[in-house]
């Protein structure tokens, strides 16, 4: 039996629409913040069934819709009937341990598929990995099917518009490379860096990821920028490194850009706050001999491991 | 000559330029990278329609980028049961560590965890609850309980999570960050495997967790010159 991407994506979508069906039917949201959720989700739902089917500069402007809805700020989070924190105790002294095995049947199916049904691959791994955990997951608790997805309903909604920001970033990569942004940048990087020597293209490469996220606060916004701009103009194309390793590293070097940013509020600000330190910046002072360190590390593992037989 | 070229050239990085303010003056990311977008297909000479055409396209082709979604209901259910709850049940039951081996074992549940492609770590439910007053306990019974003390541990234990979220991420085949390199990748024609990208993200794992450990260790022993001076002090 082979399951196909395109399936997935369906069942993806369903979901999606069942949230919006849940959100249209929310009592405790109103107005604008409930039609924007809705309209949201519905029209994102929408590219996941029929993505391939819509003209792409429809999809395009849907997308614009969404964009609009998220820069308004018309969504918000609703009544999703949780549990109370005594039903949530109760139930774990209960279930116990076998809370984790649904937990876990996603990530050991998405590795066995991958494994054993490469041309399936990953992706339709976790999907069918999925697929998997709910039925385990009904067969544990004996949820209701409405008050399931409205669980997952709570955590998209936390989530937000959020949920398509890499999406947006790879629209943003695609037109970059329409328009040759990557060979500007490759050839302003050219005057400062000596582009013969390879290990000289790495640190380019790792220590613009850094300090690009440190810039913008986001590592995967960063990725797009310098992996066009100077990993595959100068570490790929001119030096032959792996692209898939040379890629994983970079954007691992950007992780040691985000430890070190005020720009990265949620893992750096808002936790310094939370834990009453005096300094809001106690965790990026706590956290920067470890992020050198790591990108120094970094940079020496794409050298030696991304030029494989070079 | 080469000043009148890179002139003409550099219009092209406005995107670039439109991200970078545009996220520092703390605009709506998706508005910025649509206008970022929007105005470098403009550069390139690309009429509207066929930029809404270019993003519609690149919007379909990434949609595995948000398969997370899937696992949303599977992961809310087991929340509604206690799955939190259990997750503390397991770091709790390590008492009587130092501080400095709370935050190291965090750190690797949190890596181990997220590395399967569950997200069960955090700041609001894991540090401040649990891992910041169980470092401060630990660290107090030496006599480090000095406000500077507190300062410096709870900023170490909130690295722990940081630590252990990116360093370990990474690790799982469907990553958010794995599927963007993917997409990136492969808009520039070059295609890669997810599974590979995973197993190369392991060395870091591993120096992340050593790096880390050994300077909670250092804190560690920190830990214990401070409380025994503080000791000798009071004699």
């Known amino acids: 039996m082979t399951v196909t991407l395109d399936q997935i994506y369906a069942i993806t979508g369903i979901f999606l629409l069942a949230f919006t069906v849940l959100t249209v039917l929310d009592k405790k949201q109103s107005g604008l913040t409930k039609a924007g959720t809705?309209?949201?989700?519905?029209l994102y739902g929408i590219t996941f069934i029929w993505g391939k089917e819509i003209p792409p500069a429809?999809?395009?402007g849907l997308v614009v819709v969404m964009a609009a809805i998220a820069g308004a700020k018309w969504m918000g989070m609703g009544e999703y009937w949780s549990a109370t924190a005594d039903f949530r105790r109760q139930m774990a002294d209960r279930i116990g341990w076998w809370l984790f095995g649904p937990a876990l049947a996603v990530p050991v199916v998405t590795f066995l598929v991958a494994w054993l049904a490469p041309k399936m691959g990953a992706l339709v791994g976790l999907g069918i990995g999925s697929v998997v955990a709910l039925v385990m997951s009904?067969?544990?608790t004996r949820i209701m099917p409405v008050q399931a997805f409205q669980e997952g309903r709570r955590l998209l909604d936390a989530v937000g518009w959020a949920i398509i920001?890499?999406?947006?970033?790879a629209a943003l990569g695609f037109l970059f490379a329409k328009a040759g942004v990557g060979q500007v940048v490759a050839d302003m990087v050219s005057m400062v860096v000596p582009?013969?020597?390879?290990?000289?293209?790495?640190?380019?490469?790792?220590?613009?990821?850094?300090?690009?996220?440190?810039?913008?606060?986001?590592?995967?916004?960063?990725?797009?920028?310098?992996t066009t701009g100077i990993g595959i103009p100068l570490v790929i194309k001119m030096h032959g490194a792996d692209p898939a390793i040379a890629g994983v590293i970079a954007m691992l070097s950007g992780y040691c850009g985000t430890l070190m940013t005020p720009m990265a509020a949620n893992f750096n600000v808002v936790p310094a706050a939370l834990l009453e330190m005096h300094n809001k910046n106690g965790v990026i002072r706590a956290q920067v001999m470890t992020a050198v360190p790591m990108l120094i590390i970094n940079i020496l593992l794409m050298y030696f491991l991304a030029f494989p037989g070079k | 000559m080469i000043e009148n070229e890179g002139g003409c050239f550099v219009i092209k990085l406005i995107g670039v330029a439109i991200v970078i303010i545009g996220l520092l003056f703390r605009f709506n990311p998706l508005l910025v990278v649509l206008t970022a977008g929007f105005a470098t297909g403009l550069v390139a000479g690309l009429s509207p329609v066929q930029i809404l055409e270019a993003i519609g396209q690149a919007f379909v082709t990434n949609r595995y980028m948000s398969l997370l979604i899937l696992v949303l209901p599977v992961i809310g259910i087991l929340e509604r049961f206690g799955l939190r709850e259990k997750a503390e049940d397991l770091i709790r039951s390590m008492k009587n560590l130092t501080a400095g081996r709370v935050m190291i074992v965090y750190q690797i549940f949190r890596q181990v965890t997220v590395g399967l492609g569950l997200h069960l770590g955090g700041h609001p439910s894991f540090i401040r609850p649990i891992i910041a007053p169980m470092s401060e306990a630990a660290a107090a019974r030496e006599g480090a309980n000095s406000p500077a003390w507190l300062e410096r541990i709870?900023?170490?234990?909130a690295s722990s999570e940081n630590?252990?979220?990116?360093?370990?991420?990474?690790?799982?085949?469907a990553a958010g960050g794995l599927l963007l390199i993917k997409g990136v990748l492969e808009n520039a024609g070059y295609k890669v495997d997810l599974l590979k990208m995973a197993e190369y993200a392991i060395p870091t794992a591993v120096a992340a967790a050593v790096v880390a450990g050994v300077r909670y260790l250092l804190m560690d022993r920190a830990i214990r010159a401070a409380g025994s001076n503080e000791a000798g002090e009071q004699k």
């Not at chain 1, 809705?38 to 519905?42: L, P």
């Not at chain 1, 920001?165 to 970033?169: A, P, T, V, W």
């Not at chain 1, 000289?200 to 850094?210: D, E, K, N, S």
């Open chain 1, 38 to 42: 809705a309209t949201f989700w519905g």
């Open chain 1, 58 to 60: 429809l999809v395009g």
């Open chain 2, 163 to 173: 630590y252990g979220n990116f360093f370990g991420q990474l690790l799982f085949p």
């Open chain 1, 195 to 226: 582009v013969d020597i390879r290990f000289a293209t790495v640190v380019a490469y790792c220590v613009g990821m850094a300090l690009f996220t440190m810039i913008m606060g986001n590592a995967f916004a960063a990725f797009a920028v310098i």
């Open chain 1, 138 to 140: 009904f067969a544990l």
């Open chain 2, 154 to 157: 709870r900023g170490m234990s």
């Open chain 1, 165 to 169: 920001l890499s999406q947006f970033l």
